[in-house]
């Protein structure tokens, strides 16, 4: 379980709020308009109503307290960036915040931010990949080339074995588990067959992963 310090209760803080609270996470949610934090208190720890750019206020907080501080702001450019910024020079341990465009991104970096969320462009890129393709249903971009895809078994591996088709060693894609009928099982071996049901879930480099696969 971790602390979190959530600022910026709007649709997408409060889905964060609702996530959080579901995987058991203390967390303290801030917004300065009421009806938002009245929105989220089932969701969360404490919440408290006050201006994250206000110095004092948030010193108020105690940010170097809570694990992770998250900044959840995402129509206010000039309110995500001071918010971001005072949340570094009160010492907080970790700050996530959340872009709107590309300067934004840029801007959060040079201001404190040690990683920075940029939805839209998030969801753009899985977008591409998932629905351009009849094969891939699900995509995870990891840091670096690296990425993870949930394909479906090509036609002419059915009934072959992992070893058979030894991608690992043709391609340096790993084959973590196989999913079927939603059902994720991680326990294959080199002997498991691959069959026309399944879907695989592979880690390999974006490239390698297209040109086995022919995405």
């Not at 890129?125 to 351009?132: C, G, L, Q, T």
């Not at 078994?153 to 030894?166: A, F, H, L, N, S």
């Amino acid at each position: 379980m971790k602390s979190i310090l959530l600022i910026g209760l709007g649709r997408f803080g409060r889905h964060i709020a609702m996530k959080l609270n579901e995987l058991g996470h203390e967390v303290l949610a801030v917004d300065c308009v009421e009806e938002r934090v009245q929105n989220v208190l089932d969701y969360v720890t404490n919440a408290q109503i006050g201006d994250s750019t206000n110095y004092l206020f948030m010193r108020s907080l105690g940010v170097r307290n809570f694990d992770v501080c998250i900044v959840a702001i995402g129509d206010n450019f000039q309110s995500s960036l001071e918010t971001t910024s005072l949340l570094s020079e009160l010492g907080a341990v970790k700050v996530v915040s959340r872009a709107s465009s590309d300067v934004h991104e840029k801007f959060l970096l040079k201001n404190g931010a040690d990683e920075v969320i940029y939805p839209e462009k998030q969801l753009a890129v899985w977008s591409a990949i998932r629905y351009s393709s009849n094969h891939v249903f699900d995509y995870i971009d990891l840091d670096g080339d690296y990425a993870i895809f949930e394909i479906s078994v090509p036609e002419k591996w059915v009934g072959r074995t992992v070893i058979q088709v030894d991608i690992r060693k043709k391609y340096g894609i790993n084959i973590l588990a196989i999913i079927t009928n939603d059902i994720l099982d991680p326990n294959i071996t080199a002997n498991t067959i691959l069959r026309p049901e399944n879907n695989l879930l592979v880690l390999g480099t974006e490239q390698a992963i297209q040109k086995c696969f022919k995405i």
